[in-house]
């Protein structure tokens, strides 16, 4: 029996290679790895040299200030004193004292939320605290910007706010005047500029209309569960955004350009009629340690300086706070993304400079 054999099939055509295109970023990649490769042929300890800086600039601010030190021991301390005041109806009584004056510049309440609760406790647990109850209060993200932006032009600390009332008694100030123009009247200035300005899209709430934002939950699970959240907010939000900051730092630093922006700050300081010192440590460092420099030396120094000084102080600095904390907590617990926090905190902290400025200029003869 015969057997057929197979037809052969035709062969395909080979197919034609195809080139990807470079891509941008291809082009970067490729920059960047000559620049590294040349480094390695004529300073081969450059790249080695590089890593160290920013270790040495990251190290003392991880590890002494937030993982041994008392700014981290703080923030946990925060997060417990702030769920302990909003167990016990601390948020509901601050929505009813300022809805009357909300409802003047057609706000939600809720925006001032925030900045009372960085008032006595920390910038950090205000917004994991706060970001949650204005979405409850269903707060517009316009209003939700306007919260931070007004966040960041009150003292994140009260050992900030204690420390600079004994560097404005010690200059001779009039303590409880500086106090009610510097702290508690742009609470309600800043919502009415931003909100006619930038962030128009607002509503009044009415108090019958809003939730009430005191919790159920018992006493000891409450704060056991503050206690973890504390320290959850410091091991895996803070202390990763403060590394990356000072990692840019340490890296301008070890290129040269650090000193010359460093200088410019305390030129601009000066010109600002903030103390050069204490307004670069403000800005850079904190603003706690600010104060307490401030207070040794207040009484030799104009008392301008010390005004102003105290007034940027009692903000949302230092930098690393700005550009690598309040963007990642708001993003987490808001419906703002991490640009969007970022944008309103450099906005309220421009608007700090400014109220530092005009207060220190034009209102300390009538403070002194």
Not at 39 to 65: E, K, M, Q, Y
Not at 215 to 223: A, I, Q
Not at 284 to 291: G, I, K, N, Q, W
Request: charge should be neutral; hydrophobic fraction near 55%.
């Amino acid at each position: 029996m015969s057997q057929e054999l197979p037809l052969e099939t035709p062969k395909q055509p080979a197919m034609p290679l195809t080139k990807r295109k470079w891509d941008k970023i291809e082009y970067v990649g490729m920059s960047l790895l000559a620049v590294c490769m040349l480094f390695l042929l004529i300073s081969p300890t450059s790249l080695s040299g590089l890593f160290n800086a920013i270790l040495s600039t990251v190290r003392p601010v991880v590890v002494d200030v937030f993982l041994t030190g008392v700014v981290g021991t703080a923030i946990i301390a925060s997060v417990i004193v702030g769920r302990l005041l909003e167990r016990l109806g601390f948020t509901d009584a601050l929505v009813r004292i300022f809805v009357p004056a909300m409802k003047l510049i057609r706000v939600n309440p809720a925006v001032i939320i925030p900045s009372i609760y960085n008032i006595f406790g920390d910038i950090n647990a205000a917004g994991r605290i706060a970001g949650p109850i204005l979405k409850k209060a269903n707060a517009t993200k316009d209003e939700q910007k306007i919260a931070v932006a007004t966040m960041v032009q009150s003292q994140q600390s009260f050992s900030t706010f204690m420390l600079g009332l004994m560097a404005l008694t010690f200059a001779g100030v009039n303590v409880f005047a500086v106090v009610i123009v510097a702290v508690f009247v742009p609470l309600f200035v800043s919502p009415l500029i931003l909100s006619k300005l930038l962030f128009r899209k607002v509503k009044t709430v009415e108090l019958g209309k809003l939730p009430r934002f005191t919790p159920t939950t018992e006493f000891m699970p409450m704060l056991f569960g503050a206690a973890r959240e504390g320290v959850e907010l410091l091991l895996l939000i803070l202390i990763p955004a403060v590394a990356l900051v000072f990692a840019v730092i340490g890296t301008l630093d070890y290129i040269g350009v650090w000193k010359p922006v460093e200088a410019f700050l305390g030129e601009a300081m000066l010109l600002l009629n903030i103390h050069p010192e204490t307004g670069v440590l403000s800005i850079l460092v904190s603003p706690t340690l600010a104060m307490g420099t401030l207070q040794e030396i207040a009484a030799d120094l104009d008392p301008a300086l010390v005004i102003g000084s105290f007034v940027l102080a009692s903000s949302g600095l230092p930098l690393s706070a700005v550009f690598g904390q309040i963007p990642v907590v708001w993003a987490e617990c808001s419906d703002l993304n991490e640009r969007e926090a970022m944008g309103a905190a450099v906005l309220g902290i421009c608007m700090r400079l400014v109220t530092a400025f005009i207060i220190a200029f034009f209102l300390t003869p009538f403070l002194v």
